[in-house]
């Protein structure tokens, strides 16, 4: 059982480059969700997903896309890097909502923006 | 929208003391509030969670309490030992239920 899975664990891009950090689930969760993670400020969120089709914005959604075309997927793409998406990011599915169970999360993907 | 404080941001111990990590919450309408861990280069990991409908909750060596009136909850380790240094970070549901907020984290670091 893989749990939450992302890919890739490290990247490097460039000031206005796009790319996509990758995530999936075999839990069969319906609740899927994006943090990123910088020094002294916790876990933030970027964007949620209950369920296949439905998508809503967290804390800090600007700078970032994300769509849930199946209940196992869920990609966060970055549309113009900037140095200020430098961070750590994580993925994490639930399996209904955020507020009563368990999130489980992916390891992390690594981003560095130059 | 929820917010939540987390104190203190470093605490060190030494090995077999008792460790507490304080959280407040703004939402008095959040019913959820778990714990993660997150060891150096890992993911965060649920230690222990807790619901508004009760006071305190306890796992072998790990232990939370909640205040509902103060909206305030904690996290209390004892018989600490040095696999238990780490990164803490306290949670809350939010209103609707469809949202975590974490706080900013406690550096724990138990000293042998």
């Known amino acids: 059982n893989a749990g939450v899975t992302q890919t890739p664990k490290f990247q490097v891009l460039k000031t206005g480059q796009s790319m996509t950090l990758q995530c999936a689930q075999d839990?069969?969760?319906?609740?899927m969700s994006w943090y990123r993670q910088d020094p002294g400020m916790g876990l933030r969120l970027i964007h949620y997903?209950?369920?296949?089709?439905?998508?809503d914005q967290g804390e800090v959604p600007n700078g970032y896309n994300v769509s849930r075309s199946t209940t196992e997927d869920f990609p966060l793409r970055l549309l113009s890097a900037a140095p200020s998406q430098t961070s750590v990011y994580f993925c994490?599915?639930?399996?209904?909502?955020?507020?009563?169970?368990?999130?489980?999360f992916g390891q992390g993907t690594r981003l560095t923006v130059v | 929208g929820e917010n939540v404080e987390q104190h203190p941001s470093t605490l060190s111990v030494q090995e077999g003391d008792s460790a507490v990590i304080k959280c407040t919450y703004s939402d008095s309408a959040s019913n959820y509030f778990p714990w993660y861990k997150q060891e150096l280069g890992k993911r965060p990991q649920l230690i222990i969670d807790i619901r508004s409908n009760v006071g305190e909750k306890k796992d072998q060596r790990i232990a939370v309490t909640l205040n509902k009136t103060a909206k305030h909850f904690s996290l209390h380790i004892t018989e600490t030992q040095p696999e238990d240094s780490a990164v803490y970070f306290c949670a809350a549901s939010n209103r609707r239920g469809n949202k975590l907020v974490f706080g900013a984290g406690t550096i724990l670091r138990v000293k042998s």
């Open positions: 997903s209950v369920g296949a089709g439905i998508t």
């Open positions: 994490a599915s639930s399996y209904i909502w955020a507020g009563n169970t368990e999130a489980f």
């Open positions: 839990m069969n969760h319906e609740y």
